[in-house]
């Protein structure tokens, strides 16, 4: 149990589907991430929430678009995807985003297949 | 710009020996640096960091890591392996007000 929550964990959708994925964290913090694995690469930041406002985009496509309501949950919408999309995608909170020594903590990752 | 390099794609030790996963980094200010361990199917779970203080950080499932400036490295060592350890391995780097970067990771397989 890390203390942060991800579902589902293992999505398959079309590439003309709408689809989300979900976070929460029971950890108190105020900065939520989205990151993306895929094989053979770094991991990759998409987007950083703090205090529900987003702060970074890493020029990521618009086919996704992340949403956070509040300070324990966080979205990420999934449309037309290609299958090159295909990844582990990993939800990610700390207490605050700027400061140096604060532990990222992580949740079990979605596993995403486009077809 | 901060970075984090990770040398090795994949280590290899036999259970009960000493283990070593290597990291260097490349920061402009004080480096904070931090470890993490994924298994099959799982997050990042997180193992260790260095904030400042004593070089030498002990952490999570009898893992410590090293902190050496003047070889800006970030070693993760083990005394003893287990064939439980086998997981990946990545190495992360945050330099003042930026996000966390990641090594690409580093493969351990412990074979009994």
């Known amino acids: 149990e890390t203390g942060v929550t991800q579902t589902p964990r293992h999505l398959v959708m079309g590439m003309t589907n709408k689809k989300s994925l979900k976070c929460e964290q029971h950890?108190?913090?105020?900065?939520m991430y989205w990151y993306k694995q895929s094989a053979k690469k770094p991991l990759e930041l998409m987007f950083v929430?703090?205090?529900?406002?987003?702060?970074e985009n890493n020029s990521v496509p618009s086919r996704f678009s992340p949403e956070c309501p509040n300070s324990s949950h966080l979205f990420l919408h999934l449309h037309t995807l290609q299958p090159e999309d295909s990844a582990l995608y990993l939800c990610a909170s700390s207490s605050r985003q700027y400061s140096s020594g604060n532990t990222i903590y992580f949740g079990e990752g979605s596993w995403l297949t486009v077809v | 710009a901060q970075s984090v390099a990770q040398p090795e794609d994949q280590v290899n030790v036999a259970e009960g020996n000493p283990l070593t996963v290597k990291c260097t980094y490349s920061?402009?200010?004080?480096?904070?640096l931090f470890w993490y361990v994924q298994y099959p199917n799982r997050g990042l779970q997180f193992l260790l960091k260095?904030?400042?203080?004593?070089?030498l950080v002990k952490g999570s499932y009898g893992f410590e890591a090293e902190f050496n400036k003047s070889q800006t490295s970030f070693h993760l060592k083990k005394p003893s392996a287990l064939v439980s350890d086998s997981a990946l391995y990545f190495c992360a780097v945050r330099d003042g007000d930026n996000d966390m970067r990641f090594g690409a990771g580093t493969r351990l397989t412990v074979k009994p």
């Open positions: 929430y703090s205090l529900e406002e987003r702060v």
């Open positions: 920061v402009s200010g004080n480096p904070y």
């Open positions: 260095y904030i400042t203080g004593d070089n």
């Open positions: 950890l108190g913090h105020n900065a």
